[in-house]
């Protein structure tokens, strides 16, 4: 930790010479495009977020020394965090010259074509003590969402499309519009390998077995941070997102022997908002992200009963 | 279960001869005393609670009518719930004569003192489509009191204090304005033998092993409850308390012939806003229920560590 710490301090406020570029499977919070401030990338697999004004940008980079130095943290949680490389002085991506930016692991760095859904958790994104412009600004879009109704809200997705060999994103605005069947089936359509851009098919779940089942899939991931979530009083992730990626190639390739492995994971992103948690668990992410997995579960008990009439279809010389 | 709803149509709207009076043992809610509309008991161990105004009476009845005869709702589960009887014409506490109330078994009954707490569990108290004027009133009190930064607050409880052979009770205004350090006193104090009256005492503990602790006590139960609510979608129980009731005497006259089993037990109360789960878990209050576990759990580890310095002092012959 101590050869991190020190690799940090060095590059804190230094500059970078590297050639940066505007992320490509980025699929919620602030965008860099069109000249707006948002987050960038390197081809060495680092991901640039600029430092939030208002002190948001200091409170998460301050969140990120505290959680990547907490011994009290296991190990085995530690890995669903980007791994934290200090602040770095670079040129924003709205050409306002050059501006601290966290300095993250690019957790979509070494897939291929990687589909990735941002979903942030919890039944309310505001917390004690916030201003009453911002408590009212989130309670009124945590009413609108899922937040309240479900515990989350998917806050978007982009699906690899591998017939037309392309990405598919879901549009912003049909997104914050989900009630709980329009969460439900797009859950279903994240992992399916039929047209995404075609809203009249049914998701096929193609890849619900694959990407969300099995010991190391997303609910097993899911699982364990609930386990630590149970009884963690160290922190309140407020307005956090658990980002899930997987690659639907590998999948599809499976027993090739250029097939990438299939990876499907689970990342925590956005700490702008994460406070102390004195003793208390956080029961906020701790309910969303049961709500979440059950949400998950039954996608997987679905597709294995559709797997059962299959079998039983077979059995029975039909 | 039909001649028990054979029993229930022949007693709605009928009248009762029986002598009926004010509970003793409510800590919280409408209380019928000096002529107020409040819950009776009768003295065969039956409560009769007024249905409330405003449809939400005839909305808890209906609760109590879907969960009594619902087959998905497992036994075991059951039991945490009051035994209902219908409903039943009786005379109202506030003399206005005959009103309709529910039916229950009045969950004190067979304890000779008993002491008993309630603890509304949630973050929040209202939920998605309630007026403006309901959501606003909810949301102030989940707010001013524990409701929102703990996931439950503590609404009221009562002591047997064994040494005055009198119950002690917390006073409703200051156990609304405890923040999280007063609710896990509190906590601690209802387990406690030291005098409850005197607040400059540190409570002991003394009952929390076996009221909190062992294989029938207060936490196993609610561990069997969140296991059940991790997956239920049946129901989404809004605003509903948590009972614990046990029976310190049973503990001090441990051994002698006459002591009464202790019984720590958990009963969910007050439904009259329970919705339809839709599908989806009650991540409300599986989060707050949660974070009240990590309090007791908090609670029983502090005292196990307390009985480990005192037996090794003994060890070591000091």
Redesign the interface.
Known sequence: MNSRNSDRRDCIYSCTKKMLKVPEHQVAGHIASDGKLGPLVDDQGRFFKPLQGDSRGEHEAKFYESFTSNKKVPDHIHRYFPVYHGTQLVEASDGSGKLPHLVLDDVVSGYANPSVMDVKIG??TW??DVSEEYFKKC?KKD?QTTT????FRVSGFKIFDHQESSFWRAEKKLVLGYN?DGARLALRKFVSSNSPADSNLTPNCAFASEVYGGCNGILAQLLELKDWF??Q?LYHFNSCSILMIYENESILMKGGDDAPAPRAQVKLVDFAHVLDG????D??F???L??FI?FIK?ILQSVEKHDETDTSLLENGR
Chains 1, 2 share one sequence.
């Open positions: 039944s309310r917390y004690p309670i009413r309240v109704s479900l515990g709980a149970e009884t009083t004195n003793g208390v668990i029961h906020n701790l309910g969303g049961c709500s059950k039954d």
